[in-house]
């Protein structure tokens, strides 16, 4: 990576870093102090460690990176032509498609990169957190404990969808890795000779962003009844087991579920770099593609402001 790259993620690496060092400063305190048995007990099989603690950390910090990657990669070469394809082949008749050249390097937002994503990677995970797959991805110590012996109930489904991350987490990037590329190869389309001499508004807008806006409705909306039904499960789960030793450790757990959407953003840190970094070769990749498929024409967007006329 060039001195110039290095500078430009300079701020997502530190970032980065410091996010390895909470999960390596955490899992050493709850060790010491929550869990300071000799006994270590296992997370589950899809980790090689016996050591659940470890485990989890682990998982924020190089599986779901990972996942992210590879999520990256396959929806970015390989689902982006699709959908491009797909829209021009769909509203081929009533659109008018064209390519906007960037003048200027776009700064790089983790935020409105990552934040989507991670809300769709949760919302996978609880739909699979609802069936009988969760049943053995944990390992059976780790669940009679926590389940039986301290009551922590919150906590063990928080666990399941943790490990269930690690697959959810690589399918959401697929899907809204093509936002990232179309939206930066700067591929549009408008309505314009449709409606120019009619009432109707005018539209223009990238291929990406039409795709996005998709996502985006149902990623928000499937969290937004996700953490409805948890928060309605914590309560169930607390009352019923109100006075037993450990219930009181429900509360943090549910604090650590509604807030998982926001600490997942910096597990996507290697996965935002990695798309930045291969933009060029994407652009280029996916504009022969539209050559292909007949968008070839520039684009250039303008924007006028006139004074209404006063009579009126």
Sequence with gaps: MSTSRVSKYRNLLVIYILYIIFWITLTVILKAVVFPKDVSIALTRFVPIDDALTEVGLIFVIFLPISGIIGALLGGYILSPIIMAFHKFFYRSSKYYGIQNESEEKKIKLLSSAFYPVLLAVNFSFIFLTTEIPSGILDPNLVSEFSNVFQIQVLIRLLEQFVLLIFTFGASTILFSPVWVLKDSGIVFTSKEKVEKSNEPLLIKSIGEWFQTLLKGYAGIGVLF????????FFVTFITHLGKPGNILNIPSLILWLGLPFYLIFSMIPAVILHDALKKRRLSYIRKIAN?????????????LRKNDERF
């Design 226 to 233: 996700t953490y409805i039904f948890v928060i309605y499960d």
């Design 292 to 304: 292909k498929i007949g968008i070839r024409d520039t684009a250039i967007v303008s924007f006028e």
